[in-house]
């Protein structure tokens, strides 16, 4: 299986269309941010699922012998954190309450605009924050929290220096992701706040 280049989003392609599938894997490779493995039928594209299931799916509904419902079913049951957006060539007002109500994140109708898909992955990247290393991401997630109890708490960056001992320009570093505290500055924040760092990080998805 290929590896994924860190800071690539992984984008799987499912359609019969085979046509479709190439002229899909030429324009994401040459966006430069995406990682594509196209597929033309279920059973591989689940069973490479299974290794590695992807950051975003985009889902053809009508393939002919294949149940895009059934797919999209397998798919949202096994790997929930899995972007779901929706393509098709026959759409109508019905078919998109329906996907609409089975929580994927968008829908779009053949033919499309390259300007088109391009906004939709945007902002499923956005949406997601797909892309980032868990280390960035934890370094922003961990900043905005951080700035968040501040602001609860209606202190100044220098209240909070005041209470952990820090420079006001380290805390401002930390809560703009520009770095990492240290354990030591963490545990300094965290009991300024009166909260646990395991509470801290949980809250933010680590």
């Known amino acids: 299986m290929d590896q994924l280049k860190e800071g690539l989003v992984d984008v799987a392609v499912l359609d019969d269309d085979v046509d479709f599938l190439q002229y899909m894997e030429d324009f994401l490779r040459d ?12 059973a591989g594209m689940l069973a490479a699922f299974e290794e590695r ?6 889902l053809d509904m009508k393939m002919g012998d294949y149940s895009g419902e059934n797919v999209l079913e397998q798919v ?3 790997w929930p954190k899995t972007c779901v957006v929706i393509v098709t060539g026959f759409p109508s007002l019905e078919d998109m309450r329906a996907t609409f109500r089975r929580k994927v994140f968008d829908y779009i109708a053949k033919p499309f605009s390259l300007a088109q898909m391009r906004t939709v ?7 997601f924050e797909l892309g980032q290393a868990p280390f960035n991401r934890l370094r922003e997630r961990l900043g905005h929290r951080i700035k968040m109890l501040r602001t609860e708490r209606d202190w100044s960056l220098k209240d909070l220096a005041a209470q952990t001992r820090l420079s006001v320009s380290q805390i401002s570093a930390i809560e703009r992701g520009a770095h990492l505290p240290s354990i030591e500055s963490l545990l300094a924040i965290c009991r300024a706040f009166e909260r646990k760092p395991s509470d801290v990080l949980g809250s933010i998805g680590f």
């Open 76 to 78: 949202q049951s096994r």
């Open 53 to 58: 299931p992807p950051e975003i799916l985009l």
């Open 121 to 127: 992955l945007k902002n499923a990247v956005e949406a």
């Open 31 to 42: 966006e430069g941010r995406y990682s594509v493995r196209p597929f033309d039928e279920p």
